[in-house]
């Protein structure tokens, strides 16, 4: 069983920086693609950045430029740098271990971002 623990939510202001963390548990979250969703009130969770397990990132047009995806894999851990928040940015983010055939999704508890003045 694979555990996400995700932390580094809270709230700033307009234009501050957020970095989040997610730490899982087993040495196999190194093998498989991770990333970080959002879901804000009334609206459906959206995919904003992933990395695969070689390093390959890929990010929703309306963060890219000011958010930045990574991962260590020695220490279990994906992080998401956030710079130039926006209110829209609100929302509370998890982070996903991608599944495969054999491998289901495993999913963080969730970490909220409040960009506010």
């Known amino acids: 069983q694979v555990q996400l623990v995700e932390s580094g939510g809270g709230l700033v202001q307009p234009g501050g920086s957020l970095r989040l963390s997610c730490v899982a548990s087993?040495?196999?979250?190194?093998?498989?693609?991770t990333g970080w969703y959002r879901q804000a009130p009334g609206k459906q969770r959206e995919l904003v950045a992933h990395?695969?397990?070689?390093?390959?990132?890929n990010y929703v047009p309306s963060v890219k430029g000011r958010f930045a995806i990574s991962r260590d894999n020695a220490k279990n851990t994906v992080d998401l740098q956030m710079n130039s928040l926006k209110p829209e940015d609100t929302a509370v983010y998890y982070c996903?271990?991608?599944?495969?055939?054999?491998?289901?999704?495993?999913w963080g508890q969730g970490t909220q971002v409040t960009v506010s003045s």
């Open positions: 087993g040495s196999i979250f190194r093998r498989y693609t």
């Open positions: 990395i695969t397990s070689g390093g390959s990132t």
């Open positions: 996903k271990l991608f599944g495969v055939a054999t491998m289901p999704d495993y």
